[in-house]
């Protein structure tokens, strides 16, 4: 039977240095505030042209409303993806690791 080491028991190490870390972190944080009026406004520009190319009046409306609302879900699942890589110990997935026990005997 071949040996496999084990799993190490602490927490994996970063990537990236403390100060880099904390650098990376808050970009991710200030694309929120970024993305939002910047998915308004191409949900703006494309109703605009939809509405000259197609020769309507409702796309501009639907075009902002389709670009906030994109909008908005990426921001909800930017933030949600933050806050859960910001907490320590905390495990995704259903590998062996993370407590799940499907074996047959």
Same mark, same amino acid.
């Given at each position: 039977? /071949? @040996?496999? +080491? ?6 994996? +190490?970063? &990537?990236? /240095? ?9 970009? %991710? ?7 939002? /009026? !910047? !998915? ?13 190319? @197609?020769?309507?009046?409702? #796309? ?5 409303? @389709? ?10 699942? #930017?933030a949600i993806t933050?806050? +859960? ?5 905390? &495990? ?8 799940s026990s499907d074996? %047959?005997?």
């Amino acid at each position: 039977m /071949p @040996f496999n +080491r084990p799993i190490p028991g602490g927490k994996p +190490r970063s &990537k990236v /240095p403390g100060g880099v870390e904390a650098v990376v972190n808050a970009e %991710k944080l200030m694309q929120i505030a970024l993305l939002l /009026p !910047s !998915s308004v406004g191409v949900g703006w520009l494309l109703g605009a042209w939809g509405d000259s190319y @197609f020769h309507q009046t409702w #796309m501009t409306i639907a075009g902002i409303i @389709f670009g906030s609302v994109s909008g908005l879900v990426y921001i909800i699942r #930017m933030a949600i993806t933050s806050e +859960r890589d910001s907490r320590p110990g905390i &495990k995704t997935g259903s590998g062996p690791e993370s407590g799940s026990s499907d074996t %047959k005997s």
